[in-house]
């Protein structure tokens, strides 16, 4: 069955340095692969989304990577700052019909 | 302007109770979704309705669960004889269309089954 991984365990960072989060998937090829933020008592807000045939997406301080035959996704936040603190997660379309699939989402801390 | 809103934010119930939860997707948008997350656990896919074609039922977990969507704009999400498993914040989301990637989220509803 499709798995998407990350990293459960929080990251903690301090303000200024660049923020790398991970998502993993197996058993899938995706169309595409998209990043949402997630604030306490919210709904997930998108961030960015990238297609399998691009390597690399820039959104201001954001940066995604997609590496399909790693199957796996880099998201980058730099010059991080204590607003990014938040959960982010990876989501995966797994058919026609726009279902997407998340990851667990990881828990990102910015301190100042 | 309006974003996708739900209805209520919160929910205490008794178990074996039924609820009705309440989205209210973007204007316009013929996409609507529900998921459902459990405390610290990533989205679970519920249902989807796309315009007027006959919903992807697919993720419900048990027959306990349905949704309608009434003139392809509101949407309710019913829980019969609810457990305390039920217990979970519940997301709608909605699409501009079926192949519009992008989905807004609503704020969720709270479900606390005791």
Redesign the interface.
């Known amino acids: 069955s499709q798995k998407?991984e990350?990293n459960s365990e929080a990251l903690n960072i301090q303000e200024g340095k660049t923020a790398t989060l991970t998502c993993n998937y197996t058993n899938y090829s995706p169309a595409?692969l998209?990043w949402y933020r997630q604030d306490p008592?919210?709904?997930?807000?998108?961030l960015l989304?990238i297609r399998e045939n691009e390597k690399e997406k820039r959104k201001e301080r954001l940066k995604v990577t997609f590496d399909t035959t790693l199957k796996q996704s880099l998201f980058h936040i730099t010059a991080s700052q204590p607003a990014d603190s938040a959960t982010y997660?990876c989501?995966l379309?797994i058919s026609?019909?726009?279902?997407?699939?998340?990851?667990?989402?990881t828990r990102l801390m910015v301190k100042p | 302007g309006a974003g996708v809103s739900q209805s209520p934010s919160n929910k205490v119930t008794e178990k074996g109770k039924d609820v009705e939860l309440r989205c209210d997707p973007i204007s316009g948008h013929t996409a609507l979704y529900w998921y459902r997350q459990s405390l610290g656990q990533g989205l679970e896919f519920l249902i989807y309705f796309q315009g007027n074609s006959a919903p992807d039922k697919s993720g419900l977990p048990s027959d306990r669960f349905s949704a309608e969507r009434t003139g392809g704009s509101v949407s309710t999400l019913t829980i019969q004889r609810t457990q305390q498993e039920d217990s979970a914040v519940y997301l709608c989301a909605s699409s501009l269309a079926v192949t519009q990637e992008t989905q807004y989220f609503g704020p969720g509803t709270r479900l606390l089954v005791l």
């Not at chain 1, 026609?96 to 989402?105: E, Y």
């Open positions: 998407i990350q595409y998209q008592g919210r709904g997930p807000v998108f989304l997660l989501a379309d026609a019909g726009n279902m997407l699939t998340f990851g667990g989402g």
